[in-house]
């Protein structure tokens, strides 16, 4: 299936963008105008887009279809249902016509008799075609899905909890202790139910925890898991931390510090301790040394405990337990790093810096090579020292003395006489200067040594869903966020949202991954344009359908004039929250690209290939694959 992950152009992501996102939109007001077609209603204008007309052409029936401006949704005026007009964006009584069409109008509206009332089924019918069609077009994507498979791995298939992390970092330089390490959830744990609802994977786990609306009797986020352990089912009171996603926008969500369990092995190195002592792809690594393990980073942490002993491994393979001794080798995992820490007036700053080295280290480099120191890691209130540093800034000099190695750094250090140095970060051709307190602090940390295996595990698959789970599946998701957007007890508001612009984002991300990705999204989007149109909001098809029932219990129409009231009102509300969420949607865009730069220099501070050496261990801080 090499045909659905190319190395897909920016070009194609753009391409999937239109085709899936305008797709979805035209598929949704194509089910607006056959219905109308087959109810036999006048229309006047198929639009794609609000506002003013860019391109387009008229039918032989005088339909005019139109791109328009404003690329936030799609329209088809209709007449006879004055309401449904108004609302999704038909020009009359409004001033979005051009000049062209108002003439035009008004000679039809001169010598052609008034339009025939419609019937309440036929408003049912064509403003409930919209939703239909886009839960017709999930089905079909999803029928695609179903049969070459979406992407998936084997933690997001498992409910089994594989790791509790003892600590949770909420923002730079916030650590708590983990909430489920704290509630006592344990590797192993089978989780059943969350806040009383069942889970049906990893994933689903997550996003119930994080649209959560429980509290407790101080108000904060709580969370009840029920589990399966040793046989017994029990329940736990877990107290979600609010943690910070994306520094830009601001977003926080709830988060325990947990990750699923993985057996399988998906990757093993070439020559590796792992190959060498026969350990096969697809093997379930269940235990080590008789103790039970069930992710990456319990295996790590038993491995740095025990340093170069050799360690056995209880395999099954395609069913049969099979148990493996293998010798670890320690590598050099993690660079020398180093921290300088300062403090005034009850406020502190703290800047880590890791060295770029100018060539390539063929051994364990000591702090004397040549290097970049760069600034990756920030943390306290650089604010409160009229500071702006940047992480990737690097160290230019300290005290007017250039910096080309740890060592320069600490020998400066230790030589600085009564005055006090100023630091100076470089960030191109940009100098930023930072006046050091008295009693800073200079910390250097030795390379991290790990005992490596070389084996990854956890690796991709693909599952199908027949299109119905899928869609099942969907309209739950959906109906989950909407819950939690309704209840006040919930973190989720309006701001996390994503419109045009994160919608965007996502498909034209996901284009570049794997092109099975982008149909699941699609599903998932028209899945979401069917539920929120069907919503009983006057801007929404469901809003149409509400007042075709109110007139028709009443026996009478709504006044026209309190309709347009109402319409005017909601549509002015519905663009204040697609412009509210759109500049939400370009915070996170700023914070993602932040985050991606800060990981491509976090991802420097670690030696790849991995450097073989007999120096003494330290405890690494990473989890990477043993």
């Not at 049969?320 to 820490?341: D, F, G, H, W, Y």
């Not at 320069?408 to 140095?421: H, N, S």
Request: charged share 20%; with cysteine; aromatic share 8%.
């Amino acid at each position: 299936m090499d045909i659905f992950t190319p190395l897909f152009t920016n070009t194609w992501g753009i391409l999937v963008l239109i085709l899936f996102f305008g797709g979805s939109i035209f598929i949704h007001e194509l089910g607006h105008y056959l219905a109308a077609k087959w109810r036999k209603l006048k229309i006047e204008r198929f639009s794609i887009g609000f506002g003013p007309r860019l391109f387009g052409w008229k039918n032989k029936d005088g339909v005019d279809f139109r791109i328009s401006l404003l690329p936030l949704g799609g329209y088809v005026a209709l007449p006879q249902l004055a309401d449904m007009g108004r609302m999704e964006g038909k020009e009359e009584g409004n001033n979005e016509v051009d000049e062209e069409d108002s003439i035009e109008s008004e000679k039809e509206m001169t010598k052609s008799l008034p339009l025939p009332q419609i019937s309440y089924l036929d408003k049912v019918i064509v403003s409930a075609a919209g939703a239909v069609f886009n839960v017709l077009f999930a089905l079909l994507v999803g029928c695609i899905l179903w049969i070459f498979g979406q992407p998936s791995s084997e933690g997001q298939q498992t409910t089994v909890i594989g790791y509790v992390s003892p600590t949770l970092e909420l923002s730079p330089g916030t650590i708590v202790e983990g909430p489920a390490h704290k509630a006592g959830l344990r590797p192993g744990d089978r989780v059943l139910e969350i806040d009383g609802r069942k889970v049906r994977d990893f994933h689903d786990m997550q996003h119930s925890i994080v649209t959560g609306s429980g509290r407790g009797k101080e108000g904060n986020p709580l969370t009840i898991f029920t589990i399966l352990r040793d046989g017994e089912k029990m329940q736990i009171t877990v107290l979600p931390e609010l943690m910070t996603i994306n520094p830009a926008s601001g977003d926080q969500v709830r988060q325990i510090g947990i990750s699923p369990a993985t057996h399988m092995v998906s990757a093993i190195s070439e020559d590796s301790p792992a190959h060498k002592a026969g350990l096969r792809l697809d093997d379930r690594i269940l235990s080590v040394d008789g103790q039970p393990i069930f992710s990456i980073p319990t295996l790590r942490n038993y491995l740095q405990q025990n340093g170069e002993k050799s360690v056995n491994l209880g395999i099954d393979r395609g069913g049969n337990p099979v148990e493996i001794t293998i010798q670890p080798i320690l590598v050099a995992e993690k660079k020398s790093t180093v921290t300088l820490r300062m403090e005034e007036d009850g406020r502190s700053l703290s800047l880590h810096f890791l060295p770029q080295y100018e060539e390539q280290q063929e051994t364990l480099p000591n702090i004397s090579a040549s290097a970049r120191l760069i600034l990756y890691k920030i943390e306290g209130d650089s604010n409160f020292w009229n500071f702006r540093p940047r992480v990737g800034d690097a160290l230019h000099e300290l005290g007017g003395i250039s910096i080309g190695c740890i060592q320069d750094l600490r020998a400066r250090f230790d030589a600085q006489d009564e005055t006090i140095p100023v630091l100076t970060l470089k960030s191109g051709d940009t100098l930023r200067n930072l006046k050091l307190t008295k009693d800073v602090e200079l910390e250097v940390k030795p390379a991290a040594i790990q005992p490596l295996l070389g084996l990854v595990m956890g690796g991709r698959s693909y599952i199908h869903l027949d299109p119905m789970t899928q869609v099942r599946r969907h309209v739950h998701t959906t109906l989950q966020v909407l819950g939690s957007l309704l209840n006040r007890n919930s973190d989720i508001g309006v701001r996390q949202l994503s419109g045009p612009i994160g919608i965007g984002r996502v498909f034209h991300r996901f284009a570049n991954i794997d092109f099975r990705l982008v149909l699941v999204f699609a599903v998932l989007l028209n899945i979401n344009l069917a539920i929120l149109n069907m919503l009983p909001i006057p801007v929404l098809d469901g809003g149409h359908i509400l007042f075709a029932t109110i007139a028709k219990l009443r026996k009478n129409p709504l006044p026209i004039n309190l309709i347009v009231r109402i319409q005017t009102v909601f549509v002015l509300l519905l663009f204040s929250m697609i412009i509210y969420v759109g500049v939400y949607d370009s915070l996170r865009w700023k914070g993602d690209n932040e985050e991606e730069e800060r990981y491509k220099i976090l991802q420097s501070l670690y030696f790849d290939p991995p450097i073989v050496t007999n120096a003494p261990k330290t405890t690494p801080e990473s989890e990477s694959q043993p």
